[in-house]
């Protein structure tokens, strides 16, 4: 099954370090970053899991929550949790999925058989509050993640949601972003951005941010 940008999020019920959950109802209103992990035990894990707990504040200011998976038990989740808090100097407060069978990382498409058929590459799913896959990465097992990066995506798509523009390269939260192409008619534009823009094509105009 490949899933895309737009399709809902398939659903699913699973054990957890937190419990048993329905994914669905565990994500409720909240936006939430669904990311696989190869194995527990494993150095770059440590550090993905160390780091993502740290970002717990981070991720409640934009409303929402982590999902972790790997295909270990809860047991071995349990016990890496504790290596995870003591070696990155943290608490880890966010569920880690267990899943021995590979069926929910399979639901989702994270295990690649030309890459490893026994472990999941490193998948992430950004979903928003429609439960609805904004955005996926896939990074192969042996390179970690920027998490600072997937905060910065969910800056974007919540910008973007509520503001007639798109986020150029490199963009950070509080910097210009660009006029959309199909936006037109200068009353409009005028209306909808105040602070006035910069053209320097016609497609390519830009603004400060509208909600700064």
Not at 82 to 93: A, G, L
Not at 125 to 131: E, G, S
Not at 144 to 173: C, H, M
Request: with cysteine; proline share 8%.
């Amino acid at each position: 099954m490949s899933l895309l940008i737009g399709d809902v999020a398939p659903d699913f019920e699973a054990e957890t370090t937190q419990g048993p959950i329905r994914f669905h109802e565990w994500a409720g209103d909240d936006w939430v970053v669904f990311f696989s992990h190869p194995a527990d035990f494993t150095p770059v894990c440590t550090t993905e899991l160390g780091y993502t707990a740290k970002l717990k504040d981070e991720f409640a200011k934009r409303g929402a929550k982590a999902l972790v998976i790997s295909v270990d038990s809860v047991e071995d989740h349990k016990s890496w949790i504790k290596d995870i808090e003591e070696t990155q100097h943290t608490s880890v407060q966010f569920p880690i999925i267990a899943d021995p069978k590979r069926e929910v990382a399979t639901l989702y498409n994270m295990i690649h058989p030309n890459a490893d058929p026994k472990v999941t590459v490193r998948a992430v799913y950004v979903i928003d509050p429609n439960k609805k896959i904004r955005a996926s990465i896939i990074y192969p097992p042996s390179a970690g993640r920027n998490f600072d990066e997937i905060l910065r995506l969910i800056d974007s798509l919540q910008l973007t949601d509520g503001y007639k523009v798109a986020t150029p390269v490199n963009w950070q939260d509080g910097e210009d972003v660009i006029i959309v192409p199909s936006l037109t008619d200068p009353e409009e534009i005028k209306k909808l951005f105040p602070k006035g823009y910069k053209e320097v094509k016609p497609y390519l105009r830009y603004t400060p941010q509208p909600n700064k």
